[in-house]
């Protein structure tokens, strides 16, 4: 360890490049999933209205048909959700093909409830084309540009061949075209536009061309939507991969701010030391798996108090860890931050000892220090950056928590420390301190109080 400088920001290890492509994939999952969630919901809102409508505009019985596709698509909707997934699925382009043609039969169809003697050609004067709207508009919510561009094609490709079909089975009434003719002899288009018999070819083709066109944009908005996202993932893979290895106060700092670790910055700051006491007798005696796996359980515990009290895990220090409070920016409660967070600690190492004495295995003892003071803080390095904490600060608090094994406490403070969480406001974190005066402490010149949590008296310890 480097008297005086203790740092935590070292460069990340990149992850590689199927890491990051199982990541982007499970990000795509997840927004494919909510995408059809939400379409599935729009689906059966839109439906319900249109069901509704239905029920004024169409006449009974032929409206219980259109109820029916209605309740069809419905289904089909809850079946794409439950069969989609990011990538190619034959099963779900099925069911979006199958969408399209119950909308296509539904609409070109005779109604099997209905009246025959009316033209076919009536059918198309409906402007129920329009509905093909609504799959499209539901699809942007949850498929792919392919897929939404897809579902222009399709549903321009089903329509002109219902037309052609229409025209091609259909029978025209008899006498209506010529009745309309004679009833407007001097407006010749107009009765040809008003003609029963007429399909109008003309406006089914307008219909499909500008239904493709407008998929095709659509498609463009996904498009660009997807790379949007991918981007986004992978910012947040970095931002999930920078979390790895620095605190999430750090992480903030760094995501919202240009080189906001660069300036260099003096303010007083409150470090702690946490450290295993007699770790490397316990680990002489034991396998490596077992010693790293301790070593991991503690961090873990250690890692999760620091962090739910705001501090900064500054880095791991073989059996102990640094942790600051101020880092990088100040507050108007770093001092007690840090002691509330050795509270913690302390509880948390409690547990863990009697979990590990009732599995039959050796608990282990933890010493604490902490200090309150000035410390000077920046990036440092060229390529391979640092943030460094500079300071006697630092040093005085590695000093205390070693002094914990002279006084059997666990946690040792300085009294400048205990100064600052009183004009915190922060006296229960106090209670329990017992104050020793006239303490030496290696690299300090003049004598020191401090003040220590003794250790209580404990069962099941192999190590003093």
Sequence with gaps: MKEGVLSKTQGVIAPTADQEDRYIE???????????????????????FV???????????????????????????????RMGRVGRSRMEVFLIF????????????????????????????????????????????????????AIGTWTGVMWLIGVGLSVWLAEPVRGLSQAVADALPAFPELARQLDPNAFRLD???????????????????????????????????????????????????????????????????????????????????????????????????????????EGTLDKYLGDGLMATFGTPSPSDRDAQNALRCVRQMMRDVDDWNEARIAQGITPLRVGFGAHYGPAVLADIGANRLEFAVVGN??????????????????????????????REGGDECLEGLQKFTDQDIRGVSEKLTVWAYERPREHGFTST
């Excluded at 795509?28 to 599935?40: I, P, S, T, W």
């Excluded at 689906?43 to 319900?48: I, L």
């Excluded at 505009?57 to 959700?81: D, K, M, R, S, T």
């Design 203 to 309: 406006l089914r083709i307008q219909e499909v061309f500008v239904f493709i066109l407008v998929a095709l944009t659509l498609g463009l908005t996904v498009r660009r939507f997807n790379a949007l996202l991918r981007s986004n993932a992978a910012l947040e893979r970095e931002r999930t991969n920078l979390s790895r290895y620095f605190s999430p106060n750090v992480v903030e700092e760094l995501s919202q701010n240009d080189e906001p670790l660069k300036q260099i910055r003096s303010h007083d700051i409150a470090v702690l030391f946490v450290d295993i006491v007699g770790f490397t007798e316990f680990a002489a005696a034991r396998k490596p798996e077992e010693v790293i796996g301790t070593l991991r359980e503690f961090h873990g515990l250690m890692e999760t108090a620091v962090f739910a009290h």
């Design 98 to 149: 199958l969408d399209l043609l119950l909308m296509t039969v539904g609409m070109v169809a005779p109604n099997p409830l209905g009246e025959h003697d009316w033209p076919a050609a009536m059918r198309y004067q409906y402007d129920n084309f329009q509905y093909f709207y609504l799959i499209l508009a539901a699809g942007t919510l949850a498929y792919s540009w392919r897929t939404v561009i």
């Design 393 to 422: 600060t630092v040093n005085v608090a590695s000093r205390l928590e070693s002094m914990t094994r002279g006084l059997n406490a666990r946690l040792v403070i300085s009294d400048g420390m205990r100064a600052e969480v009183l």
């Design 51 to 81: 069901g509704v409508f239905l029920l004024f505009v169409a006449p009974w019985p032929q409206v219980l048909y259109y109820e029916f596709i209605l309740l069809l698509l419905c289904a089909n909707g809850w079946l794409i959700q």
């Design 26 to 48: 499970a990000v795509l999952e997840r927004h494919k999933r909510e995408g059809l969630g939400l379409a599935v919901k729009a689906r059966w809102w839109a439906m319900s």
